[in-house]
């Protein structure tokens, strides 16, 4: 499969929201000998992207990254297929285990993707009503469950998706006037899609494709360089995107997170 026409300015620029600061969401990134220590006053974000290849160097690795956050509550990135392999034993023996792996897949060529309903229609999040319709959507997308999230649960994705509003768009599509799907992706010369859920009532309809290919037209060369998405490695949705024509893997890390 074709990669990418500026495959590896891509794969560096997306690789550099995990290993530099970005201010504007409130993420400061520490460069070590061992790797990339990023910090938040959100606790969920903070993470070590572990570039170290020896397996000794692991558990004094671990300690320092402890002592920079002051608890050993922190995520693990590895993000070198080789590398995580090799450090596999030393990470799992240090109380850590595989969470996920995520690949980042960047569109080559045209959209291959159907129109979708023609009563489709799909509008900004402009405002905080807004915003809590489509975290409620979100929410349900990602359960496979209609019933209404909690109050609570709700108010956290809308907590989360406001520190991120400065670099996101987020986009909520409507038949009829009900809210039925929800997509995200980071603006910029590098657009990446990060979230895209369909409420189960409305699945395999074509609708998820249809925002896909919406957002993929809006903006092209030289605003835009490249189109991206991202998904757990070898799932459902990274065949679906694969045939959707997001062939060229441009970036992929296991995150490992302690024993609960």
């Not at 990254?65 to 080789?82: I, K, P």
């Not at 023996?93 to 489709?120: F, H, K, N, R, Y």
């Not at 209404?148 to 909520?172: G, H, S």
């Amino acid at each position: 499969m074709l990669p990418h026409p500026e495959h590896d300015a891509v794969s560096s620029a997306v690789r550099s929201w995990f290993t530099a600061s970005t201010p504007a969401i409130g993420l400061s990134v520490t460069s070590t000998s061992y790797g990339f220590l990023t910090d938040s006053d959100r606790a969920n974000r903070r993470r070590l992207v572990l570039t170290l290849d020896a397996l000794d160097g692991v558990s004094d690795a671990l300690a320092a990254a402890a002592r920079f956050y002051g608890t050993q509550a922190f995520d693990v990135w590895v993000d070198d297929r080789l590398r995580a392999e090799r450090l596999a034993p030393a990470l799992v023996s240090a109380g850590l285990e595989p969470a996920q792996e995520t690949v980042v897949l960047a569109l080559v060529g045209p959209i291959d993707a159907g129109p979708g309903p023609s009563d489709l229609a799909v509008e900004d999040v402009v405002d905080a009503e807004q915003l809590q319709e489509w975290a409620e959507v979100k929410i349900q997308g990602f359960a496979d469950d209609e019933a209404r999230p909690a109050p609570a649960r709700i108010q956290a994705e809308v907590a989360e998706r406001r520190a991120e509003w400065a670099i996101c768009r987020f986009q909520l599509a409507r038949i009829g006037g009900e809210a039925v799907a929800v997509l995200a992706h980071y603006t910029g010369q590098d657009q990446m899609v990060f979230n895209l859920a369909t409420r189960l009532p409305f699945r395999h309809r074509g609708i998820g494709q249809s925002l896909l290919a919406r957002w993929s037209r809006e903006a092209g060369p030289p605003d835009v360089r490249s189109h991206l998405i991202n998904c757990d490695d070898g799932g459902p949705a990274h065949a679906l995107y694969r045939r959707l024509g997001f062939t060229d893997e441009v970036y992929w890390y296991r995150r490992y997170s302690p024993h609960k």
